[in-house]
């Protein structure tokens, strides 16, 4: 039996439309539901597993939106994050991107790096710096520090991100693009981010803090696994809910 001429079009079209809808569909999922990605570390181990497909929520803190992808050294892209419907708290584990792209003296936002961890500290909080006994204050936006010799080296890279301004230490003094300055107000909240897998992590304790800017989602399911050493599948991890 021929399908007629009228017929085969209009069959041809149902394809194309059932085609955009679907890529129109993944795009609004991968937007502003979720996003999925395979693990290739063992950093949060015993947690997430190399190999581990795991699905990245992004309605608990707000899907972030770029609005410009214009990339250069002095800036990142322009986003803006929808209202979610809950908060970033203390042992969520976090998607995040890489927050270096072309070199770890200048914080830039890396599209092409995602690491995931477990966030230690909040904005607001106090952690030790590792092989020191100095307190280390996460930044929280609105709040103010004394800027000092003692933790210039420790906020320098925070307040070049936040101001693309030239920080720099002469003798005792803290200059801001040649202004004498003794205390910065943070425009942006920061977090501690370290993995599970603390003698074998490159983390907060490595590449420093995080700007809020940079958090993609919420890491909450192991979708499916497969040990990349074997090929086998982990039917065990199947559906597994993070935490």
């Known amino acids: 039996m021929k399908i007629k001429k009228s017929n085969y079009k209009k069959l041809i079209l149902k394809y194309i439309l059932c085609i955009i809808v679907s890529l129109i569909l993944a795009l609004f999922i991968r937007l502003f539901l979720c996003n999925f990605y395979i693990v290739p570390t063992n950093s949060m181990e015993p947690t997430i597993f190399p190999g581990d497909f795991i699905i990245t929520e992004k309605l608990s803190y707000g899907a972030r939106i770029f609005t410009s992808l214009k990339f250069d050294r002095y800036s990142d892209p322009k986003t803006v994050r929808l209202k979610g419907f809950d908060s970033i708290k203390r042992n969520d584990i976090i998607v995040f991107n890489y927050p270096f792209r072309y070199s770890e003296d200048t914080i830039r936002m890396n599209l092409e790096k995602i690491f995931v961890k477990r966030c230690i500290g909040l904005p607001g909080d106090t952690v030790l710096t590792v092989g020191s006994e100095i307190p280390f204050y996460i930044p929280r936006k609105g709040e103010s520090i004394n800027l000092t010799t003692d933790n210039f080296k420790l906020y320098h890279k925070q307040i070049v991100y936040e101001t693309n301004a030239v920080i720099c230490l002469k003798d005792t003094l803290v200059y801001i693009n ?35 800017e940079y958090i993609i989602g919420r890491a909450c399911m192991t979708l499916t696994s497969k040990n990349p050493d074997t090929g086998k599948r982990r039917w065990e991890r199947f559906m597994k809910l993070i935490k």
């Open 178 to 212: 040649d202004t004498i300055v003794t205390h910065y107000t943070f425009t942006e909240n920061w977090y501690f981010m370290a993995g599970d897998n603390v003698m074998n992590s490159r983390d907060s304790r490595n590449f420093g803090l995080i700007p809020e």
